[in-house]
Nanobody
């Protein structure tokens, strides 16, 4: 069974930084993209960033490009999201995802973690 476990969420001041981690297990992830979605209160879930396990190509949604960086350690099946210059609009539940490219990895995913709360507030 595929499992995705997030960690690193919490409360941070505007302008601050957090790093989220996700440990993936239960499959060979060589052909996957690993990434992150988020859902803010009253809004639809949206893809934020994802990265190809085969060639390392990263993808970002426009609103986080230049502020967030996705990276992965393929030997440990772990994906990270470094979030800098955080804004109150970044407040959301963040979900780790694993995608087999049935859709673009910022659009959908086959497997989901349980989510971790990120709150940006003064």
């Amino acid at each position: 069974e595929v499992q995705l476990v997030e960690s690193g969420g919490g409360l941070v001041l505007p302008g601050g930084s957090l790093r989220l981690s996700c440990a993936a297990s239960g499959s060979n992830f060589d052909d996957y993209a690993l990434g992150w979605f988020r859902q803010a209160p009253g809004k639809e879930r949206e893809g934020i960033a994802c990265i190809s396990s085969s060639d390392g190509t990263p993808y970002y949604t426009h609103s986080v490009k230049g502020r967030f960086t996705i990276s992965s350690d393929n030997t440990e099946n772990t994906v990270y999201l470094q979030m800098n210059s955080l804004k109150p609009d970044d407040t959301a539940v963040y979900y780790c995802t694993a995608s087999l490219w049935r859709t673009p990895c910022l659009v959908g995913a086959e497997y989901w973690g349980q989510g971790t709360q990120v709150t940006v507030s003064s």
